[in-house]
Structures are given as structure tokens and as C-alpha cells.
């Protein structure tokens, strides 16, 4: 990955790098306009004194994908810790030069947006000068690192998302929504809807980020949460990628722990597709798809995670995933009936309790 061809230096972080303490979180949830330019300000402040100073400026970053600074709590998910390791993007190092300087160069726009009150999304700034930053993978990266030196929520810095998620059932907000239901696919999510399932069952919500949810799918989930209170499941594909996903529903991502607080659900129910539902209901193994070397690696990571020791049913459903070295989709149950999700399997799982 580029980030580890950075010229870095690990060192436990100072005042500067460590998270100051707003409530239990280590970001505000909303950051006025004022306090976001002084903070800008003062990191090119640092960077005129180190001029100033004939010394070559660096921009000091949290190690944001390093397990090392990460902790794990059951209320909250993944957190990173208070002081952390720490980066330096240096200015005089040819490996990061060219980061160093595109950092600058988006916390120019962010001050820019700040201060004009505007909103660009990351594909704009990509967009901006595509030669300049070579890929829309690095601009996200520097965002997500501006974010985290800055102690600032990515939404307070005026970059906005577009959002891939789909979402029925809002209108049940005024109807009494019984529950949320997130479903990994699409393909499966047009199902539900084609059956109606959100109005037949019972009013819910439903939500599919499509796959691997962006920030504002899971700023939305945890909203809704905070809001309503009702219960959240999961609807997940019967494989490594799909435990993943509800994963980072549930306790985040390393990457964006540092924002965990305002994006987790530690509360989320996991429904389906469950491992030991295939053998319960007797699913055909030709009907199942085997695992390749990848799902065994992302499988033998996923179980060695803190959070899955706090959760010994979620821990027998993987080791049955991973005895048998088989997956399914959610469409495998097509081949007990076209609409046996939507009119057997999920009415079933959600009047007597099969979650976990």
C-alpha cells in the first residue's frame, strides 16, 4: 500500500497527535467553521515556522491502519487509543514530498470551502486536477488522515459523499418502524422490495450500502439508531466478505476508528444468512460455492479479531464456515422456493428470535 512507502517515523504522539477529549469520542460530532480554520491555520503555521527555521516542514499523521493503536470496546467498537504512533510526512523525503505537498493542497480547498461555506464531494477534488493526484484512492486516503490530524470530522471539513446506498421504508419513520434491516446486496434488496416485504412483515426500514458501506451509509444507520432505538439486523451473504461487512456495521474499520463513536452500532443483530442455516434447512451442497485461498485468509483474520471473542455464537458460526470451507449467497434460498426469503426465511427468523 503507498501509505507504509511513506518516509515514517513511529514515535508515541504528543499533544499535538493525541485525541483530544470531547465527551467519550475523540472527534466532535460537529466542529464550528471558526475552530476548523484554526486549526488549519496552526498546521501552516507549523509548517512557516519550520521554514523559518531552515528546517525542512513535516506533517505529523496518526498511524490509522496499525492494530497497535487500536482498542476494542463493547459499547463502542473499534477505537483508536488516545496516544498513538504516529507518521511524519516529510517534506525532504522523495517518497513523501509529493504527499506531503498534495496534503497542503487539500487543506487549501478545505480552508477555501470552510470559508465560503461550500461543499465538494471527493470525486470533485479528485476531479480537480486528476494528473495532480493520480488517483482517486490517494485522495481519499489524505482526506481521511486531514480528518484524523485535525481531530475534525470528515463532514465538518465541508467534503461531502455521494451516496451509493439505497434506502425504503423512511416514509414508516412516521409509522412506527418496528426495525431496521440492512442487506449487503442489491440484487437482494430489489427482491425484498419486488415482494414488498417492508410493508407485509412488518413496517421496517431497509438499507443496502451494496456491499461494503461508504461513510454516509453508516453515518445514516447509526443516526436512525440514535433517533429511534429500534432493533438493526443484518442480512449478509454465508462467507468471509459478508461477516466482514456486518463487521464493519457493527465495530467500524480500523482505518476510521478514529471516528468510531459517530458511525458504529455496537447493538446490531446478525439474522442471516447464518452458516448453520444451511445445514438447517437442508440446503443442497451442490448448491454451495467453495472457499478459495482468500476467503480462508480473510475467515483465519476475521476470527482472531478482539470483538469476536465477546461473541462465542458468532464464533461457532465461523468455525462451522470455516470446518467446512463452503459459502452460499443469500440467493441459495431460491432453491427451496423463488420468495422463500421474503415470505418463509425472514418472517420466521424475526417472530421467533433467529438472530444473533
Given at each position: 500500500?503507498?501509505?507504509?512507502?511513506?518516509c515514517s517515523t513511529?514515535?508515541?504522539?504528543?499533544?499535538?497527535?493525541?485525541?483530544r477529549?470531547t465527551?467519550?469520542s475523540?472527534q466532535?460530532s460537529?466542529?464550528?467553521?471558526?475552530?476548523?480554520l484554526?486549526?488549519i491555520?496552526?498546521?501552516?503555521?507549523?509548517?512557516?515556522?519550520?521554514?523559518?527555521?531552515?528546517k525542512a516542514p513535516?506533517?505529523?499523521?496518526?498511524?490509522?491502519t496499525?492494530?497497535r493503536?487500536?482498542e476494542f470496546?463493547d459499547s463502542?467498537?473499534?477505537q483508536?487509543?488516545?496516544?498513538?504512533?504516529?507518521?511524519?510526512?516529510?517534506?525532504?523525503c522523495p517518497?513523501s514530498?509529493?504527499?506531503?505537498?498534495?496534503?497542503?493542497?487539500?487543506?487549501?480547498?478545505i480552508?477555501k470551502?470552510?470559508?465560503?461555506?461550500?461543499?465538494?464531494?471527493k470525486?470533485?477534488?479528485?476531479?480537480?486536477?486528476?494528473?495532480?493526484?493520480?488517483s482517486?484512492s490517494v485522495?481519499?486516503?489524505?482526506?481521511?488522515?486531514?480528518?484524523?490530524?485535525?481531530?475534525?470530522?470528515?463532514?465538518?471539513?465541508?467534503?461531502a459523499?455521494?451516496?451509493?446506498s439505497?434506502?425504503q421504508?423512511i416514509?414508516?419513520?412516521?409509522?412506527?418502524a418496528k426495525?431496521?434491516?440492512?442487506v449487503?446486496?442489491?440484487?437482494?434488496?430489489?427482491?425484498?422490495?419486488?415482494?414488498?416485504?417492508?410493508?407485509?412483515?412488518?413496517?421496517?426500514?431497509?438499507?443496502?450500502?451494496?456491499g461494503?458501506?461508504?461513510?454516509?451509509?453508516?453515518?445514516?444507520?447509526r443516526?436512525?439508531?440514535?433517533s429511534?432505538?429500534?432493533?438493526?439486523?443484518t442480512?449478509?451473504?454465508?462467507?468471509?466478505h459478508?461477516v466482514e461487512?456486518?463487521?464493519?456495521?457493527?465495530y467500524?474499520?480500523?482505518s476510521?476508528?478514529?471516528?468510531?463513536?459517530h458511525?458504529t452500532?455496537?447493538?446490531?443483530?446478525?439474522?442471516?444468512?447464518?452458516?448453520s442455516?444451511?445445514k438447517?434447512?437442508?440446503i443442497c451442497?451442490?448448491?454451495?460455492?467453495?472457499?478459495?485461498?482468500q476467503?480462508e485468509?480473510?475467515l483465519a483474520?476475521i476470527q482472531?479479531r478482539?470483538y469476536?471473542?465477546?461473541?462465542?455464537l458468532w464464533k461457532?458460526?465461523?468455525?462451522?464456515m470455516?470446518?467446512?470451507?463452503?459459502?452460499a449467497?443469500?440467493?441459495?434460498?431460491?432453491?427451496?422456493?423463488?420468495?422463500?426469503l421474503?415470505?418463509?426465511y425472514?418472517?420466521?427468523?424475526?417472530?421467533?428470535?433467529?438472530?444473533?
Amino acid at each position: 500500500m503507498e501509505e507504509h512507502n511513506l518516509c515514517s517515523t513511529e514515535m508515541p504522539a504528543g499533544n499535538k497527535a493525541s485525541f483530544r477529549e470531547t465527551s467519550q469520542s475523540g472527534q466532535k460530532s460537529h466542529v464550528p467553521s471558526s475552530e476548523v480554520l484554526e486549526a488549519i491555520e496552526n498546521v501552516i503555521q507549523g509548517v512557516i515556522q519550520s521554514l523559518a527555521q531552515k528546517k525542512a516542514p513535516v506533517l505529523t499523521v496518526a498511524n490509522r491502519t496499525d492494530w497497535r493503536n487500536i482498542e476494542f470496546k463493547d459499547s463502542v467498537g473499534l477505537q483508536m487509543i488516545p496516544r498513538c504512533t504516529t507518521k511524519q510526512i516529510r517534506s525532504d523525503c522523495p517518497q513523501s514530498a509529493k504527499r506531503f505537498a498534495l496534503m497542503l493542497k487539500i487543506l487549501s480547498m478545505i480552508y477555501k470551502m470552510v470559508q465560503s461555506n461550500t461543499y465538494a464531494t471527493k470525486r470533485d477534488i479528485y476531479y480537480s486536477d486528476t494528473l495532480l493526484f493520480g488517483s482517486q484512492s490517494v485522495v481519499d486516503q489524505i482526506i481521511n488522515d486531514i480528518s484524523c490530524m485535525l481531530k475534525i470530522p470528515r463532514r465538518s471539513l465541508h467534503v461531502a459523499v455521494t451516496v451509493p446506498s439505497n434506502v425504503q421504508g423512511i416514509k414508516n419513520l412516521t409509522s412506527h418502524a418496528k426495525f431496521i434491516l440492512i442487506v449487503e446486496k442489491d440484487a437482494t434488496f430489489q427482491r425484498l422490495l419486488d415482494d414488498d416485504f417492508f410493508n407485509k412483515v412488518s413496517p421496517c426500514i431497509m438499507i443496502t450500502g451494496r456491499g461494503i458501506p461508504d461513510l454516509n451509509t453508516r453515518l445514516l444507520v447509526r443516526k436512525l439508531w440514535d433517533s429511534f432505538q429500534i432493533p438493526v439486523f443484518t442480512l449478509m451473504d454465508a462467507d468471509p466478505h459478508g461477516v466482514e461487512i456486518m463487521c464493519v456495521y457493527k465495530y467500524g474499520s480500523v482505518s476510521m476508528s478514529f471516528e468510531a463513536h459517530h458511525l458504529t452500532v455496537p447493538s446490531i443483530k446478525w439474522l442471516g444468512l447464518l452458516p448453520s442455516d444451511l445445514k438447517r434447512l437442508n440446503i443442497c451442497k451442490d448448491a454451495l460455492i467453495p472457499f478459495t485461498k482468500q476467503d480462508e485468509n480473510k475467515l483465519a483474520s476475521i476470527q482472531k479479531r478482539p470483538y469476536i471473542a465477546c461473541q462465542p455464537l458468532w464464533k461457532k458460526e465461523l468455525e462451522i464456515m470455516a470446518a467446512s470451507k463452503l459459502k452460499a449467497e443469500i440467493q441459495v434460498l431460491t432453491s427451496l422456493s423463488s420468495d422463500y426469503l421474503s415470505r418463509v426465511y425472514l418472517p420466521n427468523k424475526l417472530q421467533f428470535g433467529g438472530w444473533l
